[in-house]
């Protein structure tokens, strides 16, 4: 088993010294017989860190049907309202180690990702931008290390459940997030997936959604369940450690900063017809939205009408208290199974995209000393950087625009902050950043 220290310390003189063969070594072990798997010689490493912040969450499990070949990968993330849950538990619950003998005996390996997650008590500043970017990480950190994990990196596919299932369809939505010009080369490799199995998750992390489309008019009579009705039931800390930190819960309406963190983790928002096949599972059976907030079908049905309406090549759903099932007998594992089958992602082990047309990147991130900025095609006319609650730390105006600048971060405190881009035609687009 590849222990998390050695881990952590490998990947960062790989970083350092500029290696291009992307390798790691990791010790395979017999799957205990109580998995019941068959399959020749059926194998997992456990505890595989992605990342070396918090040693003890960022890290996953993989099983493989053998380490003869390689094999396409399902992923699956935990649940746990993003407060909660554990990657450990594929080593506890039948669901899940059904999940893992029907794969594996399939031909295709299974890992399970854990990551940060917010506190239940006291502040958090990052929000769940911070649990999203770990999963994230993760795949990233899985694709790059394709050969070493016996990976088919071009054949990859998202399940997970609750706020898993969210952080999957996330991915599986949101644009490529690969940095081409990372010098972390993990953050070089693809986030694109080809097929997603969101069982009982949130249809957008933009809650101010949940009021305005997810719970509208939620009883038939034009009533909508309101922010006010979401933070009496989850309480402002918890609410407010979603975001990073608030005033108030309306501050995520009129701050610009805000909008754009919503914006970001939106899956509805990011739905477009290039994204992978879905398959759509909500087996809750809740009335009122007070009654299963997290989980209500109507969740379920946003996903559903969305990716039909943005063309998705292929939607499947089967959300029980709507009476919608168009699985035809088909189940979830089924349908993933098949997707990797006939997936034909065009990429490989070490994913590099071609810049498109008003794309920001910004590097390293988390930075210390100087961020650099890169935009295409249209030069930089100011920077400006602001904390996560909008008050400006520093402001940049090039005298002579450019492509690629740097800002200076010297004297500024460790923390989360807002990067604002404005090219030279007044195209505004902003990063968030972490400064240790």
């Given at each position: 088993?590849?222990?998390?220290?050695?881990?952590?310390?490998?990947?960062?003189?790989?970083?350092?010294?500029?290696i291009t063969q992307a390798q790691i070594d990791v010790d395979f072990t017999p799957i205990p017989p109580s998995y019941d798997i068959n399959s020749p010689n059926p194998l997992y490493a456990l505890d595989i860190n992605y990342d070396d912040i918090d040693?003890?969450?960022?890290?996953?499990?993989?099983?493989?049907p053998d380490t003869t070949g390689t094999y396409p990968l399902v992923v699956f993330i935990h649940g746990g309202g993003f407060t909660g849950g554990s990657r450990d538990v594929v080593l506890q619950d039948p669901k899940r180690i059904a999940d893992i003998?029907?794969?594996?005996?399939?031909?295709?390996?299974?890992?399970?990702?854990?990551?940060?997650?917010?506190?239940?008590?006291?502040?958090?500043?990052?929000?769940?931008?911070?649990?999203?970017?770990?999963?994230?990480?993760?795949?990233?950190?899985?694709?790059?290390?394709?050969?070493?994990?016996?990976?088919?990196?071009?054949?990859?596919?998202?399940?997970?459940?609750?706020?898993?299932?969210?952080?999957?369809?996330?991915?599986?939505?949101?644009?490529?997030?690969?940095?081409?010009?990372?010098?972390?080369?993990?953050?070089?490799?693809?986030?694109?997936?080809?097929?997603?199995?969101?069982?009982?998750?949130?249809?957008?992390?933009?809650?101010?959604?949940?009021?305005?489309?997810?719970?509208?008019?939620?009883?038939?009579?034009?009533?909508?369940?309101?922010?006010?009705?979401?933070?009496?039931?989850?309480?402002?800390?918890?609410?407010?450690?979603?975001?990073?930190?608030?005033?108030?819960?309306?501050?995520?309406?009129?701050?610009?900063?805000?909008?754009?963190?919503?914006?970001?983790?939106?899956?509805?928002?990011?739905?477009?017809?290039?994204?992978?096949?879905?398959?759509?599972?909500?087996?809750?059976?809740?009335?009122?939205?007070?009654?299963?907030?997290?989980?209500?079908?109507?969740?379920?049905?946003?996903?559903?009408?969305?990716?039909?309406?943005?063309?998705?090549?292929?939607?499947?759903?089967?959300?029980?208290?709507?009476?919608?099932?168009?699985?035809?007998?088909?189940?979830?594992?089924?349908?993933?199974?098949?997707?990797?089958?006939?997936?034909?992602?065009?990429?490989?082990?070490?994913?590099?995209?071609?810049?498109?047309?008003?794309?920001?990147?910004?590097?390293?991130?988390?930075?210390?000393?100087?961020?650099?900025?890169?935009?295409?095609?249209?030069?930089?006319?100011?920077?400006?950087?602001?904390?996560?609650?909008?008050?400006?730390?520093?402001?940049?105006?090039?005298?002579?625009?450019?492509?690629?600048?740097?800002?200076?971060?010297?004297?500024?405190?460790?923390?989360?902050?807002?990067?604002?881009?404005?090219?030279?035609?007044?195209?505004?687009?902003?990063?968030?950043?972490?400064?240790?």
């Amino acid at each position: 088993m590849l222990s998390s220290k050695f881990c952590g310390l490998f990947i960062s003189l790989w970083i350092v010294t500029g290696i291009t063969q992307a390798q790691i070594d990791v010790d395979f072990t017999p799957i205990p017989p109580s998995y019941d798997i068959n399959s020749p010689n059926p194998l997992y490493a456990l505890d595989i860190n992605y990342d070396d912040i918090d040693l003890n969450r960022q890290a996953f499990h993989i099983f493989l049907p053998d380490t003869t070949g390689t094999y396409p990968l399902v992923v699956f993330i935990h649940g746990g309202g993003f407060t909660g849950g554990s990657r450990d538990v594929v080593l506890q619950d039948p669901k899940r180690i059904a999940d893992i003998k029907y794969f594996l005996e399939r031909g295709v390996a299974f890992a399970s990702v854990g990551y940060r997650v917010l506190p239940t008590v006291g502040a958090d500043e990052d929000g769940v931008i911070k649990c999203l970017n770990d999963s994230k990480r993760a795949l990233q950190f899985i694709r790059h290390f394709s050969n070493d994990l016996h990976i088919i990196p071009e054949r990859l596919a998202m399940i997970g459940t609750s706020a898993g299932s969210g952080t999957g369809l996330w991915l599986a939505t949101h644009p490529d997030m690969a940095e081409p010009d990372s010098p972390d080369p993990v953050l070089r490799a693809s986030t694109r997936v080809c097929a997603a199995a969101p069982t009982g998750g949130q249809a957008t992390y933009d809650i101010y959604k949940w009021e305005t489309e997810v719970f509208a008019n939620f009883d038939g009579q034009g009533s909508n369940f309101t922010l006010d009705s979401m933070e009496a039931i989850l309480g402002f800390e918890r609410l407010s450690n979603f975001y990073g930190g608030l005033d108030s819960i309306y501050q995520i309406v009129h701050d610009p900063f805000l909008i754009q963190y919503r914006q970001d983790v939106d899956m509805l928002f990011h739905m477009s017809d290039d994204d992978p096949p879905l398959y759509i599972v909500n087996a809750s059976n809740a009335i009122h939205p007070s009654q299963d907030l997290f989980h209500h079908s109507f969740h379920g049905r946003e996903i559903y009408n969305q990716a039909l309406a943005a063309g998705i090549e292929e939607v499947v759903a089967e959300i029980q208290a709507l009476d919608i099932n168009t699985t035809q007998g088909e189940s979830r594992n089924e349908f993933i199974l098949r997707q990797l089958s006939n997936c034909s992602l065009s990429t490989s082990a070490e994913i590099v995209n071609t810049v498109d047309e008003n794309e920001l990147i910004v590097f390293p991130n988390p930075a210390r000393h100087q961020l650099n900025v890169r935009v295409s095609p249209y030069p930089i006319e100011r920077l400006e950087l602001y904390t996560i609650t909008g008050q400006t730390v520093r402001s940049q105006l090039l005298g002579r625009h450019r492509l690629t600048t740097s800002l200076n971060l010297t004297d500024i405190p460790q923390g989360t902050y807002m990067l604002l881009v404005v090219d030279e035609n007044g195209y505004r687009q902003v990063k968030r950043i972490v400064i240790e």
